[in-house]
């Protein structure tokens, strides 16, 4: 009897053993995450803003050296592409964008412009092995960098975000690397989009949200990957900083942060200026109108001198919030207390300004558009 009751007991541990190593076993993408810890980018994000998928690249607001992004659809003049994106460089001469192929995964493709057409378009092949859908691609100004979003085995879940660069003695891009912590989660992060000439960069990601919002974070890019090594920092701080949990968090410098925004307010103004002093309006890939008497319907003259005053509106109310934001973000509790309905408010009326700024712009290509084509 006493035999049995220690061979009972002994396999009684043995499955309480089994069973506790089965509840303790991480995953590939917690082991990656803890791995990648503590290696956390140090950054300054000094903005965000939640928005529909649909409208997110309005919210990435980059000088035309860095180029342009598009959707595949507004930039194709196509239909059924919601999810694929295109990269346009400053000279407007090489294009970068995904689309699907007939399994319905996400490819590279690269594409030249020559002799008035898109031409030269290529499947980028020199990672297909490593992932099964790529797309988001945004090229550095440098013509070799390039950043993209991918889903593969080793991420730490969803979409992750990598950077490449191209070997022109074998005409292909290197192997990708990681971005790391805090660009990548454990849900989607789909762009890193970097403006070096005003050190803006924006990221993309749908961690923490549900249904079809994401979230664009503002950083100052930095010229070398710098850690949180030198700081005393607890497990529980240095991960909200990977996670992003709280931008705040991330204000080591108020004036680092009240600089970043002025850049960007900088570049929001300009492109205000430009569009008053002379204008590029694209009504489709072969027409640019630069003058108001390029418009062939005269309603819509006026109609663009409208959407030139309502982005100057635009301009002012974003600036406000700006402002307000800051004096939230660096007030006592009664000044949030007052200011926390007042940005709710000018963030409403904001986001109305852009839908309405939207459609007024698509309504003035489309029946321009109409026009030319009864000619």
Same mark, same amino acid.
């Given at each position: 009897?006493?035999? !049995?009751?220690?061979?009972? $007991? ?8 089994? %069973?506790?190593?089965?509840? *303790?076993? @991480? ?30 690249? @309005? ?6 050296? =860095? ?11 196509? &239909?059924?592409?919601?999810? +694929? ?7 407007? %001469? ?40 790529? /797309? ?18 080793? /991420? ?13 003695? =074998?005409? =292909?891009? /290197? ?27 924006? !990221?993309? *990601? ?7 919002? $994401? ?22 701080? !240095? ?5 992003? +949990?709280?931008? &705040? ?26 569009? %008053? ?24 003259? =006026?109609?663009?001198?409208?959407? !030139? ?49 939207? *459609? ?16």
């Amino acid at each position: 009897m006493q035999k !049995l009751r220690c061979f009972l $007991l002994f396999v009684f541990a043995l499955f309480l053993g089994v %069973n506790l190593n089965a509840q *303790t076993k @991480k995953s590939p993408a917690d082991i990656l995450y803890e791995d990648m810890l503590s290696s956390t980018a140090k950054i300054v994000v000094f903005d965000s803003v939640v928005t529909k998928k649909s409208d997110f690249l @309005k919210h990435i607001i980059i000088g035309s050296e =860095s180029g342009y992004l598009s959707t595949y659809d507004d930039f194709w003049g196509t &239909k059924g592409h919601e999810d +694929s994106y295109v990269f346009v460089n400053e000279f407007g %001469n090489k294009a970068f964008f995904s689309d699907k192929d007939k399994e319905g995964q996400y490819h590279l493709y690269q594409a030249d412009y020559l002799d008035g057409k898109w031409t030269n378009i290529t499947a980028i092949t020199d990672f297909d092995e490593d992932f099964t859908d790529m /797309n988001c691609p945004f090229l550095m100004p440098d013509g070799i960098t390039l950043y993209f979003s991918a889903l593969g085995e080793d /991420n730490l879940g969803g979409y992750d975000l990598y950077v490449t660069t191209y070997d022109s003695e =074998s005409s =292909s891009f /290197n192997s990708p690397e990681n971005l790391g912590l805090p660009y990548n989660s454990k849900s989607n992060d789909y762009f890193c989009v970097i403006d070096e000439f005003n050190s803006l960069g924006y !990221l993309v *990601t749908d961690r923490r949200l549900s249904g079809d919002s $994401l979230c664009v974070y503002m950083f100052v890019p930095t010229l070398s990957h710098q850690t949180y090594a030198d700081q005393d920092l607890s497990q529980a701080q !240095l991960k909200d900083l990977a996670n992003l +949990s709280s931008i &705040k968090d991330t204000w080591f410098d108020l004036r680092e942060v009240s600089e970043a925004k002025n850049r960007l307010n900088k570049i929001i103004a300009d492109k205000a200026k430009q569009e %008053n002093e002379g204008f590029f309006f694209v009504v489709n890939d072969d027409i640019i109108y630069t003058k108001l008497e390029d418009f062939k319907i005269e309603a819509n003259m =006026s109609r663009f001198s409208q959407l !030139l005053s309502l982005r100057e509106d635009l301009k002012d109310s974003s600036q406000r919030l700006e402002d307000m934001r800051y004096k939230y973000y660096t007030g006592t509790s009664d000044v949030k207390k007052q200011l926390k309905s007042q940005i709710t408010t000018l963030e409403n009326e904001v986001e109305k300004q852009f839908q309405y700024l939207n *459609t007024l712009e698509k309504e003035i290509r489309n029946t321009e558009n109409l026009f030319l084509q009864n000619q």
